[in-house]
């Protein structure tokens, strides 16, 4: 299935809005809890949403979010 503009943006709006309510986080903590899909395109998006400014990656395997999405999310910091 080719994937639209709207599915891209729920992928990383979905993982946002997960890592903005979180401490942090790896990419089979999103694929149990917030997408349906493969790793290879969690990773993708991780990508993209680090490149973004919007996630930082802590490890090999951890992520959280940065101030920014915790902002964007109205967060407490």
């Known amino acids: ?9 729920e992928n990383r709006f979905d993982i946002l809005m997960f890592a903005a309510h979180t401490t942090t986080f790896n990419v089979t903590d999103i694929f149990e809890a917030v997408l349906d899909t493969s790793r290879m395109t969690i990773r993708k998006c991780l990508s ?15 992520y959280q979010a940065t101030a920014k999405t915790k902002e964007l999310f109205k967060v407490t910091l």
Do not use: C, H, P
């Open 48 to 62: 993209d949403l680090i490149e973004s400014g919007y996630i930082e990656k802590l490890s090999v395997y951890d």
């Open 1 to 9: 299935m080719r994937n639209t503009a709207l599915e891209i943006f």
